[in-house]
T-cell receptor, first 112, second 114 residues
Framework: DQQVKQNSPSLSVQEGRISILNCDYTNSMFDYFLWYKKYPAEGPTFLIS?????DKNEDGRFTVFLNKSAKHLSLHIVPSQPGDSAVYFCAARAYNNNDMRFGAGTRLTVKP | NAGVTQTPKFQVLKTGQSMTLQCAQD?????MSWYRQDPGMGLRLIHY???????DQGEVPNGYNVSRSTTEDFPLRLLSAAPSQTSVYFCASSYSRDPLGPLHFGNGTRLTVT
């Protein structure tokens, strides 16, 4: 059962514009949400996270929004840069559970 | 600072062969885990460990064994490889006491079973 879903396999945006990556989850026990970025032939690297007591967390060009009632989160990248081209994974876990569940990923391409 | 080191980077096995994927971390992390990445499926948790001597099953544990005799090492064993185990395998570690603590991943092992 896919508890974390990223329904867009790919996204293409122009350099300088906003990239919005979406993620939905089904397990209401999830309290913590993280985004990871992955380049080819490398492991995923942590990008930004948010706990369920917040609805927004910002770190430089990256902002994550959480809508608990809709079980939806999104990652905004503004402005997008060609170096942001990668696969982005959404992940979620419950408070007392080390089992982190990942979505299938969205491949972002930022065109110069 | 090596972080999480996985060996080998690539491996080809015949059906029925066994092998061990190695994972070592030098960050003194209590938590270690193994994921497999398949197209359209994202990363799926195979097994994890919250400390030396403690292991538990994740989402897709069948066909895999693990042990955690030291804090640093967390090997993944395939006892009898099957074509369905063709995948990219990632080892990860973190501080287990921080629920927002991110996982630190190795660079992966690409395994092909023929």
């Amino acid at each position: 059962d896919q508890q974390v879903k990223q329904n867009s396999p790919s996204l293409s945006v122009q350099e300088g514009r906003i990239s919005i990556l979406n993620c939905d989850y089904t397990n209401s026990m999830f309290d913590y949400f993280l985004w990871y970025k992955k380049y080819p032939a490398e492991g995923p690297t942590f990008l930004i996270s948010i706990s369920s007591i917040k609805d927004k967390n910002e770190d430089g060009r990256f902002t994550v929004f959480l809508n608990k009632s809709a079980k939806h989160l999104s990652l905004h990248i503004v402005p997008s840069q060609p170096g942001d081209s990668a696969v982005y994974f959404c992940a979620a876990r419950a408070y007392n559970n080390n089992d982190m569940r990942f979505g299938a990923g969205t491949r972002l391409t930022v065109k110069p | 600072n090596a972080g999480v080191t996985q060996t080998p980077k690539f491996q080809v096995l015949k059906t029925g062969q066994s092998m061990t994927l190695q994972c070592a971390q030098d960050m003194n992390h209590e938590y270690m885990s193994w994921y497999r990445q398949d197209p359209g499926m994202g990363l799926r948790l195979i097994h994890y460990s919250v400390g030396a001597g403690i292991t538990d099953q994740g989402e897709v544990p069948n066909g895999y064994n693990v042990s955690r005799s030291t804090t640093e090492d967390f090997p993944l064993r395939l006892l009898s490889a099957a074509p369905s185990q063709t995948s990219v395998y990632f080892c990860a570690s973190s501080y287990s006491r921080d629920p927002l603590g991110p996982l630190h991943f190795g660079n992966g092992t690409r395994l092909t079973v023929t």
